[in-house]
Nanobody, 126 residues
């Protein structure tokens, strides 16, 4: 059974940084996709960043336009953990952040998310 556990959320002032972690257990796909999503109150869930790998090799990592240049997604294969480094945080980044994981068929294919974490709250004050 796959479990995703997020951590690292909290409250910071605008301009600050946080690093979110998503530890995956039971997740053994060799071709995989892991992503971060967020949902603010009254808004739809949006994709923030995703990373696709095959046998540990990164094929791509991409970002929502709203976070490009400020957020960085990375992974530690040995720990089966994906991270989201968030810098220059803005009040509009305030949301519940969710980790997702699933299969990735390969180049040219989209991520197919199957597993979701419970979320970690990020609050950015002005």
């Amino acid at each position: 059974q796959v479990q995703l556990v997020e951590s690292g959320g909290g409250s910071v002032q605008a301009g600050g940084s946080l690093r979110l972690s998503c530890a995956a257990s039971g997740y053994t796909y060799s071709s995989r996709c892991m992503g971060w999503f967020r949902q603010a109150p009254g808004k739809e869930r949006e994709g923030v960043a995703r990373i696709a790998t095959d046998d540990g090799k990164i094929y791509y990592a991409d970002y929502a336009d709203s976070v490009k240049g400020r957020f960085t997604i990375s992974q530690d294969n040995a720990k089966n953990t994906v991270y989201l480094q968030m810098n220059s945080l803005k009040p509009e980044d305030t949301a519940m952040y969710y980790c997702a994981a699933g299969s990735w068929p390969g180049p040219g294919s989209s991520c197919s998310y199957v597993y979701w974490g419970q979320g970690t709250q990020v609050t950015v004050s002005s």
